[in-house]
């Protein structure tokens, strides 16, 4: 029997607004479309933490037994300055700026976001589609929505028709926008004068002469809009209608509810059963944004090179502490915050690493086997990491105990103990173990030391003694011990 059929999984459905117990489409089977980024510039953090929150999703539903199948896009066209229906796409907006081709730009950003996603230790998701792949597609369910009478031509670009499609279904019961309200929010722009209604939307738009980025379609030579994009791509690869739809809560309005409505149009059918939507990232208590300089890139967090955080803070660290708040939840960068998880991160893992040494007994006098069924009704509760994670530190707690004598474990209950430890920190929460983990920092810490000893004997061949004892004193105090011999001074961690 499979962990799914024992474990009953709940998850917060946006479009409801309350959890709902999980029942695929398909038994054994999840489909899972999550959107990727727009390659134009370096992922960002708040980019971060909403992948970090479906890589967990996605580890804790193989966990369970489900066979996924998780598409994950990137975006490389059509995408436009501020989320709009006019002005430049962002990737050619880039590569003007750079003078290099757009597909440039989008393999330098590309490879930086899977580069960056690795050191993360996020899993490569199965299908990883691009926009531009999948232009043919695009211009046929175009073709489909316009005969179903769902969208218009008007000078060589294509529109959704948001009030007649709002006449047979609903736009905005994802949102929770009343079309009345999405008018005084429509800004009117000359460009958009073509459009019957101001909420329209683009589903195919006709290039300027400088626009760079363009393909042939029956209408104009143009691009696909923004929302057409992942409606494509995620019906090719998981169906009409699949399990769950997840992003950034940024995308909910409109490009998910978008989705929805081009979806129903081609389709008739409810594209999607669960809407999961990831919060933010906040830095020192304000938005991060590049534009106020209150921002950190992965990269300047792992070497300690910005003026927010002061400290270099491994990936394994920082996915840590984002999986300590609820995905959900809002989260605050802050220096203090950060440090603190550093130490829960490296007690948690200490204690992991020391079950092998703990004393057996005949019997056991904790219950094993609760502390794990909690473990996995936290994971149950909408993937909640931060009860989970404080559940794994009740786990160190009893190897504490046990070690002092103040409690017992049967050889049963021993290894049922290092693999639930195993499995929830490594194989669900993505963490990766204290070896794989502590390379990086070892080599900056051998760098550090081996600075050290050459200051002493640099100070030593001065004569400068208390300077030499001075060093060797202080590394002997943080753990490092110096051990002078003829070829030199090399040094070991107690």
């Known amino acids: 029997m499979a962990l799914y059929q024992k474990q009953e999984l709940k998850i917060y459905n946006s479009i409801s607004g309350e959890k709902e117990s999980f029942k695929p489409i398909n038994s054994g089977h999840v489909g899972m479309y999550v959107c990727g980024p727009t390659v134009y510039s370096n992922v960002h953090l708040g980019n971060c933490r909403t992948f970090i929150s479906f ?14 199948r998780y598409v994950r896009n990137i975006t490389d066209a059509g995408h436009l300055e501020n989320d709009a229906e006019t002005g430049e796409d962002r990737i050619a907006k880039k590569a003007r700026l750079e003078q290099i081709e757009p597909m440039e730009v989008v393999q330098k950003y590309t490879v930086d976001f899977h580069n960056i996603l690795e050191k993360f230790n996020n899993l490569p998701p199965s299908i990883e589609p691009t926009a531009t792949g999948h ?9 489909t929505i316009i005969d179903n009478g769902y969208a218009y031509e008007a000078n060589g670009s294509v529109y959704f028709d948001v009030l007649k499609y709002n006449k047979d279904k609903h736009y905005g019961k994802l949102s929770g926008r009343a079309i009345e309200d999405m008018v005084s929010n429509t800004r009117e722009l000359a460009a958009q004068s073509d459009k019957k209604n101001p909420q329209d939307f683009a589903l195919w738009k006709k290039a300027e002469p400088q626009h760079i980025m363009r393909w042939p379609s ?30 950034g809560m940024d995308l909910k309005f409109p490009h998910h509810e978008c989705e929805i409505a081009q979806g129903e ?11 999961m939507h990831a919060n933010m990232l906040t830095l020192n208590g304000k938005k991060m944004a590049k534009s106020t300089g209150n921002n950190i890139l992965p990269t300047e967090l792992f070497t300690g090179e910005n003026k927010a ?17 609820h995905y959900r939840s809002i989260l605050d960068f802050s220096k203090e915050a950060l440090s603190a998880s550093e130490k829960g991160f490296n007690r948690l893992i200490e204690a992991y690493e020391s079950i092998d040494e703990l004393k057996t007994a005949n019997e056991s006098s904790i219950d094993i ?3 794990k ?6 994971m149950n509760d909408d993937f909640n990491s931060p009860i989970l994670i404080a559940k794994l530190f009740d786990g160190v707690k009893f190897i504490n105990n046990i070690k002092k004598d103040n409690a017992k474990i049967s050889i049963e209950d021993k290894a049922k103990l290092k693999h639930t430890m195993f499995s929830f920190l490594f194989d669900i929460l993505g963490l990766r173990d204290g070896a794989e983990a502590s390379n990086s920092t070892s080599e900056q810490l051998g760098k550090t030391v081996e600075l050290l000893i050459n200051l002493r004997t640099e100070a030593r061949n001065n004569k400068d003694f208390a300077t030499s004892d001075k060093i060797r004193d202080e590394l002997q105090e943080f753990g490092i011990q110096l051990k002078d011999g003829k070829e030199g001074t090399s040094f070991s961690i107690k």
């Open 55 to 68: 890589d967990l999703v996605f580890r804790y539903l193989k966990h369970l037994g489900y066979k996924v």
């Open 135 to 143: 232009i043919i597609e695009q211009i046929e369910i175009i073709k």
């Open 218 to 247: 029956p209408w104009s030579d143009g691009f696909p809009g923004w929302h057409l994009e992942c409606t494509v791509m995620s019906t090719k690869y998981l169906g009409e209608s699949f399990d769950i739809h997840g992003g």
């Open 265 to 275: 149009a081609a389709s008739g059918k409810n594209p999607v059963n669960y809407w």
């Open 309 to 325: 955080i002061d400290k270099a803070i491994s990936p394994n660290v920082a996915r840590f502490f984002m999986l300590q708040a």
């Open 369 to 371: 086997e609760s502390w």
């Open 373 to 378: 069924q909690e473990c996995y009704d936290a």
